[in-house]
């Protein structure tokens, strides 16, 4: 099945830039979703097919992927920025498919 | 707005089924696929399935098969997830999402999750 991995945190200080990846095997050749799960709540959408964003997502939050890694980017971090971070693909081989997970930190 | 509200926290032993509820509002329940994603304490999201509500078809992932069973009641806007022969690794959150995709155009492998409901807590214990 396909695996998608994610480092399991990243610390950033205030006003400066997070940078999340997510590797897969040529995940470059497929759409990219990232969600943001704040402890006790429920997940929500943050970037959707690579590098598009909902609207009311600021934009500091963006997104790319090319070869075997996605990444989302977080421009002047806040301290609401704080969060548990998730990457999505589908995959022919087994469906839906999340990466582990990331724990952004905000020092 | 779209809102999916989920049904309250379940304790169930060991061997028990549950049925979660999942009720939409703010848009055509019947328009979009409805996904159902699980989390286990402290650990990742892991994604069981979905229904169409139109037509009722569904399509789980291979762990989940001949455990689960999702249904929707399309005169209360509502999806269920029932999961049978609990044991206490299927203690998690459960939750339904959106999925991007109007059903009349067909499936599409790149689409996402949005809105997600507020979770349901099963907690699987003797």
């Known amino acids: 099945s396909y695996v998608l991995t994610q480092p399991p945190s990243v610390s950033v200080a205030p006003g400066k830039t997070a940078r999340i990846t997510c590797g897969g095997d040529?995940?470059?050749?497929?759409?990219v979703h990232w969600y943001q799960q704040k402890p006790g709540q429920a997940p929500v959408l943050v970037i959707y097919?690579?590098?598009d964003r909902p609207s009311g997502i600021p934009e500091r939050f963006s997104g790319s992927n090319s070869g075997n890694t996605a990444t989302l980017t977080i421009s002047r971090v806040e301290a609401g920025d704080e969060a548990d971070y998730y990457c999505?693909?589908?995959?022919?081989?087994?469906?839906?498919?999340f990466g582990t997970g990331t724990k952004v930190t905000v020092l | 707005q779209v809102q999916l509200v989920q049904s309250g926290a379940e304790m169930k032993k060991p061997g028990d089924s549950v049925k979660v509820s999942c009720k939409a509002s703010?848009?055509?329940?019947?328009?979009?696929?409805m996904h159902w994603v699980r989390q286990a304490p402290g650990q990742g999201l892991e994604w069981m399935g979905w229904?169409?509500?139109?037509?009722?078809?569904?399509n789980y992932a291979q762990k989940f098969q001949g455990r689960v069973t999702m249904t929707r009641d399309t005169s209360i806007s509502t999806a269920y997830m029932e999961l049978s022969r609990l044991k206490s690794d299927d203690t998690a959150v459960y939750y339904c999402?959106?999925?991007?995709?109007?059903?009349?155009?067909?499936?599409?492998?790149?689409?996402?999750?949005?809105?997600w409901g507020q979770g349901t807590l099963v907690t699987v214990s003797s």
């Open positions: 097919s690579d590098y």
């Open positions: 999402a959106r999925d991007s995709s109007l059903v009349g155009l067909g499936f599409s492998p790149s689409n996402w999750f949005d809105p």
């Open positions: 703010g848009y055509t329940f019947t328009g979009n696929y």
């Open positions: 229904i169409n509500p139109d037509s009722g078809d569904t």
């Open positions: 999505q693909v589908w995959d022919s081989s087994g469906g839906y498919v």
């Open positions: 040529n995940i470059g050749s497929k759409s």
